[in-house]
């Protein structure tokens, strides 16, 4: 079993930064590949970026390439997601998630092993 616990997530003005942190406990995560997931009111969950086991391939989707990235160190069970560049259609509650099975670019909470309990980002305008 493991578990997701994010961290990080805050209010931040458009143009901020933010770095969301998931440790994982129970487990070591250097067999899953791991992604960020979020959701905003009233709107359907959203793929937001992957890095597969090892870290050797990452995947973004087209609304925050060139603004975030994602991250890992195995050796402490945990995996960031730096946000830079932030805009009020960022805001959202963003997940992490964990699989042993490569999801392209899904957001599709059966898809993954396991999943956290969120954490809150608001940017304003």
């Known amino acids: 079993q493991v578990q997701l616990v994010e961290s990080g997530g805050g209010l931040v003005q458009a143009g901020g930064s933010l770095r969301l942190s998931c440790a994982a406990s129970?487990?070591?995560?250097?067999?899953?590949?791991m992604g960020w997931i979020r959701q905003a009111p009233g709107k359907e969950r959203e793929f937001v970026a992957a890095?597969?086991?090892?870290?050797?391939?990452?995947l973004y989707a087209d609304s925050v390439k060139g603004r975030f990235t994602i991250s890992r160190d195995n050796a402490k069970s945990t995996v960031y997601l730096q946000m830079n560049s932030l805009k009020p259609e960022d805001t959202a509650v963003y997940y992490c998630?964990?699989?042993?099975?490569?999801?392209?670019?899904?957001?599709?909470?059966?898809?993954?092993?396991?999943w956290g309990q969120g954490t809150q980002v608001t940017v304003s305008s």
């Open positions: 998630a964990a699989t042993q099975i490569w999801r392209y670019y899904s957001s599709n909470r059966n898809e993954y092993d396991y």
């Open positions: 890095i597969r086991s090892r870290g050797a391939y990452l």
């Open positions: 129970g487990r070591t995560l250097v067999n899953y590949h």
